[in-house]
């Protein structure tokens, strides 16, 4: 059973720094194999994906409201993906979930195809909550 579970999520001010780290286990492929990525929902909003990241293809993807703030990394030895998240704002609060496809997409379809996240393995989520 594919298993992931997020960590280092929690309650940070404005401007401050959070990196969030997500361990997967019981993969039937190789965990490279396909792209892996960290979505969030904010409450009352539609989920959606930040940044992913493909190690085939060597690609990244960074949502605008993101980019040059987070930075996405993985250690496929360890199966861990991590999430840097620096000069965080009040939107950037939500709940932060890891997720990983079951077929191939470069790391900007795993983040942005809408109607593939039902077939996505997802995590359980980690609060991340920014004070003003």
């Given at each position: 059973e594919v298993q992931l579970?997020?960590?280092?999520?929690?309650?940070?001010?404005?401007g401050g720094s959070l990196r969030l780290s997500c361990a997967a286990s019981g993969f039937t492929f190789a965990f490279d194999d396909y792209a892996?990525?960290?979505?969030?929902?904010?409450?009352?909003?539609e989920r959606e994906g930040i940044s992913c990241i493909n190690t085939n293809d060597e690609s990244t993807y960074y949502a605008d409201s993101v980019k040059g703030r987070f930075t996405i990394s993985r250690d496929d030895a360890k199966k861990t993906v991590y999430l840097q998240m620096n000069n965080l704002k009040a939107e950037d609060t939500a709940v932060y979930y890891c997720a990983t496809d079951q077929q191939w997409f470069s790391a900007q379809e795993s983040c942005t195809k809408t109607a593939h996240y039902d077939n996505k393995f997802?995590?359980?989520?980690?609060q991340v909550t920014v004070s003003s």
């Open positions: 579970v997020e960590s280092g999520g929690g309650l940070v001010q404005t892996i990525g960290w979505f969030r929902q904010a409450p009352g909003k997802w995590g359980q989520g980690t």
